[in-house]
């Protein structure tokens, strides 16, 4: 039986480079997303599902640089409903400013940010 699996993994697949769905939680963790050109080719984070309230919950962080050697970047998090596919909430976080941070090399993405419309989203 699918559901009593714990993890559905795909490697180099058409929608990303790394998608790991956790069937218990309602949640996918996704590297290297391709469906947003915007994000380039190293980007991570996360869709999680709710079932009881009915929504879609998407985070995404695109790499402009490293800060704290993880995947730092701009930001785009957005949650829908899924029967109205209404945006309920949604925010845009820009790239740090790596001037200020004294990492010069990245600062040409210095404050870079990515706004979707609601139509994009859903």
Known sequence: NIQEEKNYEVTDGKVACFLSYNYKEGSMYIAGLKAFEEFGKSNERSVEINKEENFLTFVITKSTG???????????????????????????????????????EFAENSEQMIKLTDERMV
Request: proline residues 5%.
């Open 66 to 104: 490293t800060v704290t050697r993880a995947l730092d970047g701009l930001s785009v998090y957005f949650k829908m409903h899924l029967t109205t596919k209404d945006i309920i909430d949604k925010s845009f976080e820009p790239a740090p400013n790596y001037e200020e941070l004294g990492i010069t």
